[in-house]
């Protein structure tokens, strides 16, 4: 299995001003099949990393996805504040 948290923290890591506010984990799922990381910022920074309409927000979940194709896997990712 892949490490879906430092590929998720390596695409966000520049969209932040400040990484040490950021932290990612993998939630538990009731299906197998499903992954669901949580990304949790600071209240500033979560609009860097939705971006407008949500296209950044799109964008990495895509790419992440797209890590994830091989081993047949369905990646949500969720972004919340503190």
């Known amino acids: ?6 590929i ?7 969209l932040v001003e ?3 506010s950021l932290d ?8 197998e099949d499903e992954i669901k990381i949580l990304v949790i910022a ?8 939705i971006g407008k309409q ?8 895509q790419l992440v996805r797209a890590a994830a194709s ?3 896997k369905k990646i949500l ?3 919340e504040a503190f």
């Open 42 to 49: 600071h209240d500033s920074q979560i609009p860097r990393l």
């Open 70 to 72: 091989e081993e047949k």
């Open 77 to 79: 990712v969720d972004f």
């Open 18 to 20: 400040d990484a040490s």
């Open 1 to 6: 299995m892949k490490d879906y948290v430092k």
């Open 8 to 14: 998720v923290k390596t695409i966000i890591t520049p």
């Open 24 to 31: 990612v984990n993998i939630m538990p799922t009731a299906n």
């Open 54 to 61: 949500g296209r950044n927000a799109n964008a990495i979940r």
